[in-house]
């Protein structure tokens, strides 16, 4: 037998897990201050009466910050996006032809300003626009993808970074506008598509699961809810799917 190891005494004083995570949570409190210096140097926010008031305003200032600095159809993309989310759809709607206007070279990789007009006329209610315009986005970037990554281009950012998020982002989209439609045929395949860039996330199985049931193939929504416990063992959604079509939780 070997020796049987000791245990050393813990260091007194705090213990070092919370220091990390003080550490972190620190990091983060000067990152966001820093931010907020950032844009309010640029002229993004005054101190007297234009204060962030929640998450979505600060992250448009975050943004506003981070478009500045880079100067990229990504950058604006994703001011225009936060906009979105905030209610703000006319200055979204300024950002995005401000970056179609822009055309940096990224565009060809991330279609940005196409996927935020998609995304404005998705929240503003126009779902045939905006089924458009997404299918638009997959075509346009898997279109460039492919005569990139086949190309001899050097440095090649297909062959380094594959198909843009927003490629994937725009399947899950297409996946909910298909699904109103009761089209669960284009809604499943929106979702094969999506898990392809998104293999671990379970709401995609949760959803290809409950379009299936309503489809009626209960063997193939069984083994999808499972999958999405797999992922989330507590999955109340998952659950409910499973017992309504009649399966069990795999061991």
Known sequence: MGKSKTTRPRPK??????????????????????????????????????????????????????????????????????????????????????????????????????????????????????IELYEEVMDRLFTDWTRVYESEEDPNWARAFGLHENYYESAVALSFLYAERGDYDDQIQMLDVAMVGMPTNADLFLWRGQAKLAQGDNAGAIEDFNEALRFIPDDEAALQGLEEAGGAVND
């Open 13 to 130: 004083g705090m213990d070092p897990y919370i220091r990390t995570l003080f550490g972190i949570a620190a990091l983060v409190v000067i990152g966001a201050l820093l931010t907020v210096i950032f844009a309010y140097l640029h002229g993004v926010i005054r101190l007297d009466d234009s204060q962030a008031t929640n998450i979505e305003e600060f992250t448009v200032i975050s943004s506003v910050a981070y478009a500045d600095e880079e100067g990229t159809v990504g950058a604006l993309s994703q001011l225009a996006i936060a906009q979105i989310d905030a209610g703000q759809y006319i200055d979204a709607e300024r950002t995005i032809q401000e970056a179609f206007a822009l055309g940096t070279p990224d565009e060809e990789r991330n279609q940005g300003a196409l996927f935020a007009s998609a995304v404005l006329a998705h929240n503003q209610g126009d779902h045939e626009q905006a």
